[in-house]
T-cell receptor
Framework: QQPVQSPQAVILREGEDAVINCSSS?????VHWYRQKHGEAPVFLMI?????EQKGHEKISASFNEKKQQSSLYLTASQLSYSGTYFC?????????FGQGTELSVKP | DTGVSQDPRHKITKRGQNVTFRCDPI?????LYWYRQTLGQGPEFLTY????????KSRLLSDRFSAERPKGSFSTLEIQRTEQGDSAMYLC????????????FGSGTQLSVL
């Protein structure tokens, strides 16, 4: 039931782009994205509630494809502050089930 | 809005002891969630409340774990007869109360069972 994220880890240079994918074997009604820095709590980035909907948060955007049961997070012109672990979460019966995470490291 | 607070931040205990953690959600948030997170993994759902009612408890959770939310305000998570496998970060989160709303996480309680 846990959504599957890919890749597990990615290393970028400042200014490069990255895509993180989240897929589910079950129907998706909404997808949440969170970022967690080392030693800190997960912080909300965005929710996608409709199929095909794209939302943005500064230079971070996401898409949601209901038919393919997947969501993708796009990080454009990455900054050092983007480093952290990104989690997608899918709603199941009122609670969020999180993926295993994608660790993103942005180097100068 | 002071955010979600958890106490204690760190807890070291010996195997077999009981431990209790507290979570104070954002005021007027109706939903409160408990998650467990181990190194390199995503938060794993444990249980959640709508006001004072416990709506679901993970099937993966043994009977040694119990949670309460009296009066629909703060919540406590108790682990009885702790085992080394219980060592993890225990995260609490709250939300206003309907599905499709973002979760606000506390900083967590790091439990180490020796």
């Amino acid at each position: 039931q846990q959504p599957v994220q890919s890749p597990q880890a990615v290393i970028l240079r400042e200014g490069e782009d990255a895509v993180i994918n989240c897929s589910s074997s079950k129907a998706l009604y909404s997808v949440h994205w969170y970022r967690q820095k080392h030693g800190e709590a997960p912080v909300f980035l965005m929710i996608l509630l409709k199929g095909g909907e794209q939302k943005g948060h500064e230079k971070i955007s996401a898409s949601f494809n209901e038919k393919k049961q997947q969501s993708s997070l796009y990080l454009t012109a990455s900054q050092l502050s983007y480093s952290g672990t990104y989690f997608c979460g899918t709603e199941r019966g009122g609670k969020l089930i999180f993926g295993q995470g994608t660790e993103l490291s942005v180097k100068p | 809005d002071t955010g979600v607070s958890q106490d204690p931040r760190h807890k070291i205990t010996k195997r077999g002891q009981n431990v209790t953690f507290r979570c104070d959600p954002i005021s007027e948030h109706n939903r409160l969630y408990w998650y467990r997170q181990t190194l390199g993994q995503g938060p794993e759902f444990l249980t959640y409340f709508q006001n004072e009612a416990q709506l679901e408890k993970s099937r993966l959770l043994s009977d040694r774990f119990s949670a309460e939310r009296p009066k629909g305000s703060f919540s406590t998570l108790e682990i009885q007869r702790t085992e080394q496998g219980d060592s993890a970060m225990y995260l609490c989160a709250s939300s206003p109360g309907t599905e499709g709303e973002k979760l606000f996480f506390g900083s967590g309680t790091q439990l180490s069972v020796l």
